[in-house]
């Protein structure tokens, strides 16, 4: 069977997860429950500020609060959740609480996802139990051969929700991917997902070590992780649905369509939301805010819409600022932002 084309260099064969149908459409909320993990995976790409670190993030929010979650949920009108780490079965208690919150907040049919590395029967009948509708196990690289001696078929037997596997697609490890595949079939689990292998700030060095690097300057896809995994997908054929997700897609894609879906729902009226989901905003910035706003709202008859004192400085309908800055008295700029709950800053050019 040949595998089938999907957005920016992604394929699959037979079908694909109902996690990864969301995911395309932008509709999944991303939340990582702890960046703690008792793996040490040479090619683990998490940032540094999550590594290691018992932090919570739904979507780029750091979560303070089980609210947090809801809020960020809601903002992005999210259609299901996927449940990341770290290891999330490292901290029982707190994944399962999120399982329910998210199921009883926005119902059964908020389709939940989850990464795990650790093989654990007891608790993935405690997260079935929960609601969790897709379990992705990540076998350590080491097991990939020999996924026997992990005990998965027995801690998988009889499990209501989907389970597969979800790992990176390795070059040189083309041997080992077809293994899994295989137990995959063998065992009867739904999918396998390959990912680019890609590089991060905290694995460049490894991956450099062992002869690895980017396809191009441009890119942080890994060269012959594409490769790799269309190998394994021809070699598998129909035995097992696979996946491969490519680091475009996850980033033109993905991240693209949950940027567009979030602006759509969080824009204010004086926000002007660009076709890739970007958020374009009028800043002035002075010590004066209350001043400026006066003199805005008063010389000028800008209405009160159009304007607001956020994060001090003031912000203003883009096409209006345009209009208005060769004649005010304060440094003005148009600003590109990510609508997300950081608003990270990507662009600034000053105005008039
Ligand atoms: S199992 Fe996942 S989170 Fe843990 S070290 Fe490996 S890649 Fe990183």
């Known amino acids: 069977m040949r595998p089938i084309p999907m957005e920016s260099s992604s394929w699959y064969t037979k079908r694909l997860p109902r996690g990864c149908r969301l995911c395309r459409q932008g509709a999944k909320m991303v939340l990582l429950v702890t960046g703690r993990c008792g793996e040490s995976c040479y090619y683990c790409p998490l940032s540094e500020a999550k590594k290691g670190r018992d932090v919570v ?57 989850l990464y795990t590395a650790t093989v654990d029967r007891e608790r993935f009948l405690r997260l079935q139990e929960a609601g969790l509708d897709e379990l992705r196990v990540h076998p350590p690289i080491r ?23 979800e790992v990176p697609a390795v070059p040189g490890e083309g041997e080992g991917l077809i293994a899994l595949c295989r137990f995959a079939a063998a065992n009867g689990l739904a999918f396998v997902n390959l990912n680019e292998l890609e590089v ?4 460049c060095q490894a991956l450099l070590a062992r002869g690895l690097h980017v396809r191009s300057d441009v890119s942080s896809a890994i060269e012959g992780s594409e490769r790799t995994a269309m190998a394994v997908m021809e070699e598998v054929g129909d035995a097992v649905p696979v996946h491969f997700c490519s680091s475009s897609f996850k980033d033109r894609v993905q991240l693209r369509e949950r940027l567009k879906r979030r602006a759509k729902r969080v824009a204010r009226p004086l926000d002007l939301v660009t076709s890739e989901g970007m958020v374009l905003l009028g800043v002035v910035e002075t010590q004066d805010l209350e001043g400026a706003y006066r003199l805005l709202r008063d010389a000028h ?5 159009l304007m607001a004192i956020e994060r001090g400085r003031l912000e203003v309908a883009p096409w209006v600022l345009e209009a208005l800055a060769p004649g005010l008295p304060f440094p003005c700029f148009l600003v590109e932002e990510y609508p997300t709950a950081d608003r990270l800053e990507v662009e600034r050019r000053p105005l008039g």
Request: glycine residues 14%.
């Open 301 to 305: 008859g800008v209405p009160a819409e």
């Open 57 to 113: 993030y739904a979507n780029e929010l750091r979560v303070a609060s089980d609210e947090d979650i809801v809020r960020e949920a809601e903002a992005m009108g999210a259609r299901g959740t996927g449940i990341t780490g770290g290891d999330p079965l490292l901290i029982m208690d707190r994944t399962v609480r999120y399982v329910r919150l998210l199921k009883e907040r926005f119902g059964t049919a908020h389709h939940i996802h």
């Open 200 to 203: 991060s700030e905290t694995n």
């Open 143 to 165: 097991h990939w051969g020999r996924l026997g001696d992990l005990g998965l078929t027995e801690a998988v037997e009889g499990l209501d929700m989907k389970v597969g596997f």
